[in-house]
Every structure is written in structure tokens, then in C-alpha cells.
């Protein structure tokens, strides 16, 4: 059974930087699509960026790029989502999530259902203020 854990949601400025975490256990496979997805209150969860465990292979939402970076430490299993240049818009619960039947791309998450990610973690909150 595979566990996420989110940490690092906060409050912030626009035009500020902050990096979630996303602790990962319960698999060895190295064939799971992760990522980072969001929802604001009244909203649609959206997918934001997302990382792909067998080629390293990234794809990211048009909204985030050049702004946001998702990287993975293998050696404390843990997903980042480096997050700068921060807009009120930003503001939602963050999850990471997990899944090996999809392709690693948010545009093809986004067309087939984010809400079918096999594995979730509770999310953490990022607030923007302006």
C-alpha cells in the first residue's frame, strides 16, 4: 500500500517561494507516475506538475510553468515541488499522488480524471496573499 505524506504548505507574499514535500512509502516499483495537484474552494482539483519514476521525465500545467520546479530525492523517497514567483491564484490544498497506469503527463491526467490518481495524500495548504 503505497503512503503519501505532504509537509510545507504555509503562508506566503506574492512574489514569494515555497517547497512542499511529499514522503513516499510503501513501494520499490519504480514504474509510478508522481505528482502534485491542487484544488481551491469551489473548484475542480487541477493538476500542477508531475514526475515520472522511470525516466525522471517531468510535464507541468501552463499556469505554473517556469515558476514551479517537481523534483525527487530517491535516497529519502520524497517528492519536492519547488514553488516561486508565488500568485494569489496559487492559493489551494496541495496533494501528491500516485499512479502506474497513467501516462506521466498532467495534460493526459487532466483529460482521463485527476480524481482516478490511485493513491493520495491529505494535502497541505499553500496561502497567497497579495
Known amino acids: 500500500q503505497v503512503q503519501l505524506v505532504e509537509s510545507g504548505g504555509g503562508s506566503v507574499q506574492a512574489g514569494g517561494s515555497l517547497r512542499l514535500a511529499c514522503s513516499i512509502s510503501?513501494?520499490?516499483?519504480?514504474?509510478?507516475?508522481l505528482g502534485w495537484f491542487r484544488q481551491a474552494p469551489g473548484k475542480e482539483r487541477e493538476g500542477v506538475a508531475v514526475?515520472?519514476?522511470?525516466?525522471?521525465?517531468?510535464s507541468y500545467a501552463e499556469s505554473v510553468k517556469g515558476r514551479f520546479t517537481i523534483s525527487k530525492d530517491n535516497a529519502k523517497n520524497t517528492l519536492y515541488l519547488q514553488m516561486g514567483s508565488l500568485k494569489p491564484e496559487d492559493t489551494a490544498m496541495y496533494y501528491c499522488?500516485?499512479?502506474?497506469?497513467?501516462?506521466?503527463?498532467?495534460?493526459?491526467?487532466?483529460?482521463?480524471?485527476?480524481?482516478?490518481?490511485?493513491?493520495w495524500g491529505q494535502g497541505t495548504q499553500v496561502t497567497v496573499s497579495s
Open positions: 514526475f515520472d519514476s522511470e525516466d525522471g521525465a517531468t
Open positions: 499522488a500516485a499512479d502506474q497506469r497513467f501516462p506521466c503527463r498532467v495534460g493526459a491526467i487532466q483529460a482521463l480524471g485527476v480524481m482516478l490518481m490511485n493513491y
Open positions: 510503501g513501494y520499490t516499483d519504480s514504474s509510478y507516475c
